[in-house]
Structure formats: structure tokens, C-alpha cells
């Protein structure tokens, strides 16, 4: 029998990425984005912009109950190779594309006593009209997105919330990229490299034949596994 098995896993992995290396700070917020997104327990991988104590910020994820997993190639290469940290290459830069218009929906909430009302963060909702194209990548960090066109090979979408495609998708797709677990995925014609909601992901090859160039409906389920559902459009 053989010493060496090789199985296949799908591994939810959230990326961070930090443009600071004050890590009260970097503690304060991510305190508040996990009591937000409920994602203890998170597979993550580090991206930083500025030099920073990388032992020390493994530490700090650590303690809030985050598995650092690795770092980006980068600035933090050299300190995760001598404490042996795996490094994952860097990836291909996009250019960020401004969408056609955004519109933003204020949400109120009332407050206990139901005299008060106290503004809650705002829903963002961004729409683009043209094709995106290769190398391109349109970013929503506040709710949706909604491509009025199709997605070419090489192009990005990645929203908090839903992503909704009336097109043909070829690009990769990043829906509940702060961790909402509730995000949506709708498509015209699924044709996609990647798909991703709250960091379950899915590649090309993976994707079920029976909605592949198909409208589809993706989601996670109570497991967190991603479901393809074909639309009868």
C-alpha cells in the first residue's frame, strides 16, 4: 500500500491585504470586519503594501481566531522564507476601471427606544455598460455589481455582495469578497475561469458541465459548498 495519498479538497481562503503596519489599528478594524462578516476561523492569506513584522502580524491573526496560511510575493518574502512561511506568487496586475454610474442606498435603522434613527453603512451599487475587457477589473468593496455586457478571459469582478452578468462571463467572478456568506452569483452564459463567494472557490475545469455556457444562479449552501443552479431562460 502506498505511504502518499493525493486527494482533492476545496479550501476556503480569504485574502488581506494591509496598507499599514500599525497593528492596534490593523487589530481595531479587523475586530469590527469579523463582527460584520461572522469569518472566525478564516483561511487567510497576507498581501502587504508597506513593511511590516511579519511574526508579529501572524501572531495578531492568530489571536482573533485566523489561520494564516501564506504571504503574497512581495515585501514580506524575505521574513516568511527564513521562518519558512509559505510564499504565493503575486498575481497579474489589473487595471481598476471606474463603472458606468454608481447608485448608493442609504440604510437607516432605528434605534432601541424608537425615537432615534442612526445611519447604518451605505449599499453601493455599481453598473457598467461596455465590455470588460481583458486585464480590466471592476471592484465594488460597499455591495454590488452589475455588468450590462459580457466579461472577456482575463478581466475580474469582485463585490461584497451579488455580482449580476447580462452577458457572456469568461473572467473570474468574486461575489461576498468580505464574507458575506448570503452573496449571489447570476449569469447570462457561464464561462468562467474562476468563480468565488466569501472565498469558496471554484475553477474553470470544475465547474458542472450542465451549466457550463448556461444562465446560472451560484450560491453557497449550509455547508458552505457552492451550488450551480441552471436558470430556464
Known amino acids: ?54 511574526i508579529e502580524l501572524i501572531q495578531l491573526l492568530l489571536s482573533l481566531d485566523l489561520q494564516p496560511m501564506a504571504v503574497i510575493d512581495g515585501l514580506l518574502t524575505g521574513q516568511a522564507q527564513s521562518i519558512q512561511f509559505p510564499v504565493l506568487p503575486a498575481d497579474r496586475p489589473l487595471q481598476r476601471i471606474k463603472p458606468t454610474i454608481e447608485q448608493t442606498a442609504e440604510n437607516d435603522q432605528d434605534s432601541s427606544d424608537n425615537t432615534q434613527k442612526t445611519n447604518a453603512s451605505n449599499h453601493i451599487t455599481s453598473y457598467h455598460n461596455d465590455m470588460l475587457r481583458t486585464g480590466q477589473c471592476l471592484i465594488q468593496e460597499h455591495g454590488d455589481v452589475i455588468l450590462n455586457a459580457s466579461m472577456n478571459s482575463g478581466s475580474e469582478i469582485i463585490a461584497s455582495g451579488n455580482v449580476h452578468i447580462y452577458g457572456a462571463a469568461q473572467g473570474r467572478i468574486i461575489a461576498g469578497a468580505s464574507g458575506d456568506f448570503s452573496a449571489r452569483i447570476f449569469c447570462y452564459k457561464l464561462n468562467a475561469e474562476l468563480v468565488s463567494i466569501a472565498g469558496t472557490y471554484c475553477v474553470a475545469d470544475d465547474i458542472p458541465a450542465h451549466v457550463q455556457k448556461k444562465a446560472v444562479h451560484i450560491y453557497l449552501n449550509e455547508h458552505q459548498e457552492l451550488v450551480f443552479e441552471a436558470l430556464d431562460i
Open 1 to 54: 500500500m502506498a505511504d502518499i495519498r493525493i486527494t482533492g479538497r476545496m479550501v476556503n481562503f480569504s485574502r488581506l491585504t494591509f496598507d499599514t503596519n500599525d497593528h492596534d489599528a490593523i487589530r481595531q478594524q479587523l475586530t469590527q470586519m469579523l463582527d460584520d462578516t461572522a469569518a472566525h476561523g478564516a483561511s487567510i492569506i497576507i498581501d502587504s503594501t508597506v513593511e511590516q513584522e511579519l
